[in-house]
């Protein structure tokens, strides 16, 4: 189920605004990953992509106004990204298009306005205000690591660079203004969320942009994901149920503190949550933190097949069996859900977890998918298929312009439980698009994440 | 497939889902002409709401602990108005809200009320023990509602101008551990604060008023409050101010919290409502699912009837052709330009929506052809019946006795095979409920019955056990109008269709 139609022809516009190393990009790109997961049409149009293709690694002054070049080349570079986002909305059936960019002066942001309204769309402006030293200071690291301006260029100079770039822009900033602005739709962010101010806001999808952002914070944290430990029903081939660990799985639980332990940075503050089932709350039953348990975390139903086999689904369902190969990501089990229905109910956990800090989940590999689905941008077609195998703890760290995967792998032996396409036999998947991304570690391995 | 359907032998995630969620409502509701919602019925403890996502044990949502939204504002700022839809969106939402208004502690208390009540700081030593005296009273329901009856929201409203008291009433519920967020309504716009006086004396204070004392009356009273009301600026309280009915919104310290968020979410889209929602049943509704046929003969003069009541209706009010008055002129480019796709911004406006089905589409189109917004909703499909189509009860319970059990126990979650449940529509609806709510203007609905039911529904904040129930036959209409205080539902007959008896 698509929220917004093309039926309804609705069109909103975000303009970024802010100086460097506010997080403007992450927020960008977390708006295009929640509204695309929630089938919404949403393309983001970076006006550094259109200038890095005229200048691949610019320095400072280039950003200065006083350089005419600068200047001139960033000035079509904006142009080109409204021009395309407008294509996009007429021939691609845009909903929402985000014009990355720092839009910093009110000049800059009214001639921006003028074009949005020759065409008939109020813009909504999307401001992040930040003067955290701190907060400022952990962007521009992110920066400096992250983005292609500084690809294979030494990091002390990148860091002066990226600085530099700020006091530039600095000289020339104007925030939004509540009163010269109050005719225009925005949302602006004062130091993350201490203060937010929303004006204007003339769309149930412009409500819903907020409201998302409302709930993000650029801070950097990991979030941590497992599946629970090897379970009785895991050693029988079935799915569903309410089963108890087995006991490499609870070897697994003994395990999960030390690997958390070892490789979270600073003994810093962390939130576990489970599901309602045994066997997740019994595989975090050894961690030394706050724990919560949330219904939405419970394993997809499987219906009239809770705790079947896949060969015993195969041979009594056979047409289910193949219609959910053939489309797994929208069949519903007889009396059960579908991986859409698990996106949905899943909604209001992804909001809390953008709010949270430090948090690791242990959870059921339907729910994981969805989830890692999320973070990782996977498509929707795919993302039923992932292998998340079991006694891997994964590690997500969303920066700037990607989430950074790292698993950690338990060296627990473990079924494999994974099923692939056309079969009713499990076993790991032999495709590569199929596993999740980034650094494969074990845990007896003494390198350092 | 003819298999059976078999219990799983271990139980498991089914079997949750199976358990009954609530005890049976025996109270039916019998068929009048206007029907007061259910908003200020208080919520007993087997509670289960229409939208809930999930529960927790607690039976509490998102672990967010328990929560006093405390509203402030002069008087004619909304207060009540918002106080109420918000409890209506909460409760749906899945948490167990209930309201606290002062102004019904203050009519219960018997004796004369001085003009000295009013001021946030009474003269007279005997106003201002009465004052302690209801705020008392009310702040111990809050915490019976709390501690006794699992409550998590409790809404207060109250004009609340004193900034020492507000921080007192945060040491106060923090001692029950208890949040509190305020909310603060602004109205720094003449126009709307004169229109809402005009609401506002027709509260139940000013019963049997002539109108204009009741509003003079009115005036003095906000008069009184002004000078002594301290606008909200606390630094280390968590609030929201909700200027000129959402034109714009701050909100400070929110500490990402969940709630909080969800909250700004719905005030975000929160005007306050002029128009009416009317509701008319589709016709033909034998059809099946899977099957998509063009309007019939019958069906378009059942149509163009529907229209007919609806166009005479509304014209009562507003004048022949009112729909003409609202054409989008182009602004120039100078100007704010109208949100994109988004209708329903002009008092004057009618916009009719319906689901994607052809015979719903084609009898949309007489509407277009008045130049009416017609919008064709995918959410608005009926529910899906699954492998229950056609079937009779006798034959449901026959093919399908397992299942039969379940729906009878839950009706509202119950999904036969491959079904929809009304609990699934209510999900996938509620993208419609903000764009209603935003709307200024009237909506009229022409859906399958089953989509009727889970919008009056929220409306009229039902009963989940009640929704699958309600009833909408094809000779009526159904016109919502929302109050401040209470919605109203009224059934109008449809013109040159047999009426039934009662």
Same mark, same amino acid.
């Given at each position: ?159 002066? =660079?990226? !600085? ?8 020339? #900033? %104007?925030? *939004? ?5 109050? @005719? ?113 975390? =419970?394993? !997809? ?8 086999? #896949? %060969?015993? *689904? ?5 047409? @289910? ?129 | ?502």
């Amino acid at each position: 189920m698509a929220v917004y139609s093309v039926v309804d022809n609705l069109r909103v516009c975000v303009v970024m605004v802010g100086l460097p190393a506010r997080g403007k990009s992450l927020i960008a790109q977390k708006l295009v990953r929640y509204l695309s997961w929630l089938s919404i049409n949403t393309k983001c149009f970076s006006v550094g992509n259109y200038r890095r293709k005229e200048s691949v690694h610019p320095s400072a002054d280039f950003f200065d106004p006083e350089n005419e070049m600068g200047f001139l080349i960033r000035r079509q570079a904006t142009d080109l990204a409204i021009k395309d986002m407008l294509e996009w909305f007429d021939n691609g059936d845009g909903v929402v298009g985000i014009l990355d960019a720092s839009n910093i002066t009110n000049e800059r942001r009214r001639q921006v306005l003028q074009i949005m309204r020759e065409n008939q769309i109020e813009p909504i402006f999307l401001e992040s205000y930040c003067d955290d030293q701190e907060l400022i200071r952990k962007n521009v690291k992110d920066i400096q690591e992250t983005s292609p301006d500084y690809k294979s260029i030494q990091e002390d100079y990148a860091i002066k =660079d990226v !600085l530099e770039r700020i006091s530039i822009y600095e000289k020339s #900033y %104007e925030s *939004i203004d509540v009163e010269r602005d109050s @005719d225009l739709t925005f949302v602006k962010l004062i130091n993350v969320n201490t203060e937010i101010i929303i004006n204007k806001i003339e769309s149930y999808l412009e409500s819903r942009i907020a409201f998302f952002v409302m709930n993000l914070h650029i801070k950097p944290r990991y979030i941590w994901l497992s599946r629970h430990g090897e379970s009785q029903y895991n050693l029988e081939g079935k799915i569903g149920g309410d089963a108890d660990l087995s006991e490499r799985g609870w070897k697994y639980a003994k395990k999960l503190p030390s690997l958390v332990e070892k490789y979270i940075p600073n003994h810093e503050k962390l939130t576990v949550w489970t599901s309602t089932l045994k066997r997740t709350q019994q595989t975090g039953s050894y961690l030394p933190y706050p724990k919560k348990t949330w219904k939405a975390l =419970d394993e !997809l139903d499987a219906g009239v097949c809770d705790g079947m086999t #896949y %060969e015993e *689904i195969a041979e009594k369902y056979p047409d @289910d069996f193949k219609a959910r190969d053939e489309d797994k990501f929208e069949y519903r089990y007889r009396g059960g859900e579908s991986y859409r229905d698990v996106i949905l109910r899943l909604e209001p956990i992804i909001m809390e977890m953008e709010n949270l800090e430090n948090v690791l989940i242990i959870t059921h590999q339907a729910v994981l998918r969805c989830i890692y689905a999320y973070f990782m941008n996977v498509p929707q077609q795919q993302s039923p298929w992932m292998s998340i195998p079991l006694h891997t703890l994964i590690r997500l760290e969303p920066r700037a312009y990607e989430t950074l995967v790292t698993r950690i792998k338990a060296d627990i032996p473990a079924v494999s439980t994974y099923k692939e396409k056309g079969t009713s036999k499990l076993g790991e998947s032999t495709k590569n698009d199929h596993s999740m991304a980034g650094a494969l570690i074990s845990s007896s391995s003494s390198k350092d994440v | 497939m003819t298999e059976e359907i078999q219990e799983p032998v271990i139980p498991g995630n089914y079997s949750a889902r199976k358990q009954t969620r609530w005890e049976k409502l025996d109270t039916v509701k019998g068929k009048k002409a206007v029907h007061l919602d259910g908003i200020h019925d208080s919520v007993d403890s087997t509670y289960i709401s229409p939208g809930q996502l999930y529960s927790t044990e607690s039976g509490r949502m998102f672990h967010a602990g328990q929560v006093c939204v405390c509203i402030c504002g002069q008087p004619a700022r909304g207060k009540t108005n918002l106080s109420i839809s918000l409890c209506r969106y909460l409760r749906w939402l899945g948490l167990k809200s209930n309201l606290f208004h002062m102004g019904n502690y203050r009519r219960a208390k018997t004796g004369t009320i001085t003009d000295d009540f009013f001021k946030p700081v009474p003269d007279t030593e005997e106003a201002f023990k009465m004052r302690k005296e209801l705020t008392e009273s009310c702040v111990q329901d809050m915490k019976a509602f709390f501690q006794g009856d699992h409550g998590q929201v409790a809404i207060y409203d109250a004009v609340n101008a004193i900034s020492k008291e507000r921080v007192e009433l945060v040491e106060r519920m923090k001692l029950y551990g208890i949040r509190v967020l305020f909310i603060e309504s602004l109205v720094t716009d003449d126009n709307l604060l004169r229109a809402n006086i005009q609401d506002a004396s027709k509260s139940p204070d000013y019963q049997n008023w002539d109108s204009k004392q009741a509003v003079e009356d009115y005036k003095k009273r906000v008069e009184m409050v002004a000078p002594h009301y301290q606008e909200m600026n606390e630094p280390s309280l968590s609030y929201v101010k909700f200027i000129n009915f959402g034109e714009r919104l701050i909100v400070k310290n929110s500490n990402h919290d969940f709630l909080t968020s969800k909250i700004v979410f719905f005030l975000m889209n929160s005007k306050i409502k002029r128009g009416s929602v009317y509701m008319a049943r589709c016709s033909n509704n034998k059809l099946s699912f899977k099957s998509d046929p063009p309007l019939t003969e019958a069906g378009r003069e059942y149509s163009q009837k529907v229209m007919k009541t609806v166009l005479g209706h509304i014209s009562k009010f507003k004048g022949e052709n009112f729909y003409h008055n609202v054409q989008r002129p182009k602004i120039e480019a100078t100007k704010r330009q109208p949100a994109y796709g988004v209708d329903g911004q002009h008092e004057n406006s009618l916009v009719v929506w319906t689901s994607v089905r052809r015979r719903t589409v084609e009898a949309a189109q007489m509407f277009k052809d008045l130049g009416i917004t017609t919008r064709h909703r995918q959410q608005l499909t009926q529910l899906n019946p699954g492998d229950a189509e056609g079937l009779t009860l006798e034959e449901l319970k026959e093919k399908f006795p397992h299942d039969y059990e379940e729906h009878l126990a839950d009706p509202y979650h119950h999904r036969y095979p491959r079904a929809e449940s009304y609990h699934d529509l209510a999900v996938k609806v509620e993208p419609l409920l903000f764009e209603m709510e935003r709307m200024r203007g009237d909506v009229l609905i022409i859906a399958d019955e089953t989509v009727l039911r889970v919008l009056y529904g929220y409306l009229m904040a039902c009963h989940s056990y009640d929704i699958p129930t309600l009833k909408f036959p094809e000779n009526e209409v159904i016109q919502i109008t929302y109050n401040a205080y209470t919605n109203t539902a009224t059934r109008i007959p449809v013109e040159g269709l047999e009426q039934t008896e009662d």
